[in-house]
């Protein structure tokens, strides 16, 4: 069934202890709607996913990369990987990236770039407060 299996088996009917499908009536109406679905077999909390970073898996990471930098396009035209270079193909999305502004040992500033190379998808991201390139992500 695959990821949403949880999902596809769930019977609010058949699950003892669960509210029904309309929340907000019933006995129960004042308990808080999250901690209902909290209890749901098919939530994940996003501080329980291992993170690339802290070498757990996955495809997020934070790698510093060499770029090279097209100031006509205001893009990366390379970048250097394990000792390859990457080619940029093509800029697909450029963003923002802002964090915790106001606390100065957990800001995030940073501008980041999805770019396409040898096929493909790269999040670069320039950090202004350190004044590096990082290679954030490897999209599937």
């Given at each position: 069934?695959?990821?949403?299996?949880?999902?596809?088996?769930?019977?609010?009917?058949?699950?003892?202890?669960h509210?029904p499908?309309?929340?907000?009536?019933g006995?129960?109406?004042?308990?808080?709607?999250?901690v209902?679905l909290?209890?749901?077999?098919?939530?994940v909390?996003?501080?329980?996913?291992?993170?690339?970073?802290?070498?757990?898996?996955?495809?997020?990471?934070?790698?510093?990369?060499?770029v090279?930098?097209?100031?006509a396009?205001?893009?990366?035209?390379?970048?250097?990987?394990?000792?390859?270079?990457y080619?940029?193909?093509?800029?697909?999305?450029?963003?923002?990236?802002?964090r915790?502004?106001?606390?100065?040992?957990?800001?995030?500033?940073?501008?980041?770039?999805?770019?396409?190379?040898?096929?493909?998808?790269?999040?670069?991201?320039y950090d202004?407060?350190?004044?590096?390139?990082?290679?954030?992500g490897i999209?599937?």
């Amino acid at each position: 069934m695959g990821r949403n299996s949880a999902i596809k088996k769930f019977d609010p009917a058949t699950e003892t202890g669960h509210q029904p499908i309309d929340l907000f009536s019933g006995k129960d109406a004042r308990r808080p709607v999250i901690v209902e679905l909290l209890r749901s077999p098919w939530i994940v909390r996003g501080s329980h996913v291992p993170s690339g970073s802290s070498g757990h898996g996955g495809k997020r990471r934070e790698l510093e990369v060499k770029v090279q930098w097209d100031g006509a396009r205001r893009a990366p035209s390379t970048f250097d990987m394990n000792g390859k270079r990457y080619t940029v193909d093509a800029l697909v999305q450029t963003w923002a990236l802002e964090r915790a502004w106001w606390d100065p040992r957990a800001r995030l500033s940073r501008r980041c770039f999805r770019v396409l190379a040898r096929g493909g998808l790269y999040d670069l991201a320039y950090d202004l407060l350190t004044g590096r390139w990082l290679l954030v992500g490897i999209v599937d």
